[in-house]
């Protein structure tokens, strides 16, 4: 929390208007049941909507790949994200895959399991990532994000 206070505070000073842990987001984000970044509406007086139609989450199953699916989540620029994927009872689902050419992104952990939800690297805007997750549940799983577009405005819920 200390640490966090810090950036924010650092942020405020410079008017940057950048927000968002610099290096991904901490694994209590998907922790969450609604994936809220709490720390950024503790610490940075942050305010989050729901997704109406600012993003857009699609998985698209990659033929004959023995179960690869591409995830993309597109929309309004945002700076931090975090998607997971869970199975239709909200369990935390692997596995992201964490090396591709052209990395936006880092695996996770969460509720102690590994590469179930990935993070953000950098705090650059983006309008649109790709993702690849490798499907160990039979086609049984739903995505999830949350995106942090900048210090004051998040969204959540994006299914
Ligand atoms: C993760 O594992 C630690 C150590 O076993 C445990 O204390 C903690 O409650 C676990 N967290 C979750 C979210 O399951
Ligand atoms: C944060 O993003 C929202 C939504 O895009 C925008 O309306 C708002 O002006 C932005 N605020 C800052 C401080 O950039």
Redesign the pocket.
């Known amino acids: 929390m200390n640490r966090m206070l810090v950036v924010c505070g650092v942020v405020t000073l410079l008017a940057v ?1 950048s927000m968002t842990y610099p290096s991904g987001a901490p694994s209590q984000v998907c922790d969450d049941v609604s994936m809220t970044p709490t720390y950024h509406a503790q610490n940075c007086q942050a305010t989050g909507v729901n997704n109406d139609d600012q993003y857009i989450l699609t998985a698209e199953p990659v033929p004959g790949s023995n179960g690869r699916v591409k995830v993309t989540l597109t929309g ?1 620029p945002f700076m931090g994200f975090v998607v997971r994927a869970t199975t239709p009872g909200e369990e935390n689902l692997g596995q992201f895959i964490a090396k591709e050419s052209n990395v936006e992104f880092q695996t996770m952990s969460c509720t102690n399991l590994t590469n179930v939800a990935v993070t953000h690297i950098d705090r650059k805007p983006k309008s649109s990532i790709t993702l690849m997750w490798n499907d160990q549940n039979n086609g049984n799983y739903i995505f999830q994000a949350t995106t942090v ?5 998040y969204v959540i819920n994006i299914f």
Do not use: C, P, V, Y
């Not at 577009?149 to 405005?153: D, K, L, R």
């Open positions: 208007g309004d577009q900048n210090i004051t405005e």
